[in-house]
C-alpha cells in the first residue's frame, strides 16, 4: 500500500509528490501525459522566482525530473475514481486498483461542467466507471457518452452485461466497439431522472431512455472524482493546511481557485505534503498504542 496517492500531473502534484518523498514517504503520482498541464503551453515564464525567462515545458521537464530523481514515481494514467475505504482509499487507475493511505488532489482547472442533471444522479445511474458500476446494470439499457478512444473500452465491457449499450462519440474517429453496441450520434444536454433513477439522457436531437448513463471524460470534475468532496464553486473546498472536508484528502494548485499560477501550486503541493505527512504518521501512532 502506498502512504501517498497524488492524482495530476503538473507543479502541484510534482512538489506535493517531491515533499512527500522527501520525508520518507512513499508516493506515486497518477497524472496524465505532462502535455497536459497548463503549464506546458505557457510559451515564456517570467514569473517564477529564481527561473526566469523559460518556457513553460522546459520549466515543467525541470520539475520532473527533480522530482523522479528523488524517487517519486510517476504512472501516467487518468484517474476516474477514488473510493474510501476507512484507513485507506482504492484508486481506480484505468483499471487497475491502488490502494493509499492518503490523497493529494492536484488535477488543475476542471474544464469538464458537465451536462444538466449530471452531479444530481450521480450514484443514481450516472457513473465514470464501468468496471467498478458495470454489473449494477446487468440487463439493462445504458449510455456511454465518450470524450476519447477509452470509452471505446468501457462500452465493450458493458456490452457483455447489459441488454442494451448506445454509444454516443464526441470524438472521431470511433475505432473498435463490439457489434452489440449501437453509435448515435448527437450532443448530449440533460440527464434525466424521476429524482430516484435515471431514465433517459437528452441529445439536441433525440432522448434516449435507458437506466445508467457512464460518462468517459477527458478532465473529470473533482467532486465526481471523489464522492463527498466539498466544492466552493467550481473549486475544491480547502483550509490552510490544503485539507479537505474528507480526511487523509487533501487539494493543491489551480484545482482549489486562483490565483491560478505556479508559485501558488508548488508552495500548496508542499503544504499539502506536509499536512498528509502528519496525518499519515498520527495514523500510525495512534494504531501502535491500539
Ligand atoms: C498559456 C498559459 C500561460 C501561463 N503562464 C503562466 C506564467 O507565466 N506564470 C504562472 O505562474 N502561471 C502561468 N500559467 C498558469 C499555470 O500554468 C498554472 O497555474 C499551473 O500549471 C497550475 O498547476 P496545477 O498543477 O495546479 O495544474 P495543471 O498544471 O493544469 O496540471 C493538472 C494536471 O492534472 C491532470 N489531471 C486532471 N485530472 C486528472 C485525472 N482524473 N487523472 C489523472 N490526471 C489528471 C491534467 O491532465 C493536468 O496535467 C499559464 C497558463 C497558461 C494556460
Not at 456490452?159 to 448506445?166: L, T
Not at 473546498?237 to 479537505?244: F, G, P
Request: hydrophobic share 40%; glycine share 8%; net charge negative.
Amino acid at each position: 500500500m502506498l502512504d501517498v496517492a497524488v492524482i495530476g500531473s503538473g507543479p502541484a502534484a510534482l512538489s506535493a509528490a517531491l515533499n512527500c518523498r522527501q520525508r520518507n514517504k512513499s508516493v506515486t503520482i497518477f497524472g496524465r501525459s505532462l502535455d497536459s498541464s497548463l503549464l506546458f503551453a505557457a510559451e515564456k515564464v517570467d514569473n517564477y522566482l529564481g527561473l526566469p525567462d523559460m518556457a513553460g515545458e522546459e520549466l515543467l521537464n525541470t520539475f520532473y525530473s527533480h522530482a523522479i530523481k528523488n524517487g517519486v514515481e510517476f504512472r501516467e494514467c487518468r484517474i476516474s475514481q477514488i473510493m474510501p475505504m476507512g484507513e485507506y482509499f482504492t484508486i481506480n487507475a484505468e483499471n487497475e486498483f491502488i490502494q493509499a493511505k492518503a490523497i493529494i488532489v492536484a488535477t488543475g482547472l476542471s474544464k469538464s461542467k458537465g451536462i444538466v442533471g449530471e452531479m444530481e444522479y450521480l450514484g443514481k445511474g450516472v457513473s465514470y466507471c464501468a468496471t467498478c458500476d458495470g454489473m449494477l446494470y446487468r440487463g439493462k439499457k445504458v449510455v456511454v457518452v465518450a470524450e476519447n478512444e477509452e470509452g471505446e473500452a468501457e462500452a465493450n465491457f458493458l456490452a457483455d452485461i447489459c441488454s442494451e449499450v448506445s454509444y454516443v462519440p464526441l470524438y472521431t474517429p470511433v475505432m473498435s466497439l463490439k457489434e452489440n453496441v449501437r453509435v448515435v450520434e448527437g450532443k448530449p444536454k440533460s440527464v434525466q431522472g424521476d429524482n430516484i433513477q435515471v431514465t433517459g439522457l437528452e441529445l439536441d436531437n433525440e432522448t434516449l431512455g435507458c437506466d445508467g448513463i457512464f460518462f468517459a471524460k477527458n478532465s473529470m470534475p473533482p467532486e465526481s472524482l471523489l464522492y463527498g468532496l466539498e466544492m466552493d464553486g467550481k473549486n475544491i473546498a480547502v483550509n490552510r493546511k490544503m485539507e479537505t472536508n474528507l480526511p487523509r484528502v487533501y487539494a493543491a494548485g489551480d484545482c482549489t481557485g486562483a490565483p491560478y499560477q505556479i508559485a501558488k501550486a508548488v508552495g500548496e503541493g508542499l503544504v499539502a505534503a506536509l499536512s498528509a505527512v502528519a496525518a499519515i504518521d498520527q495514523m500510525e501512532r495512534e494504531k501502535q498504542k491500539a
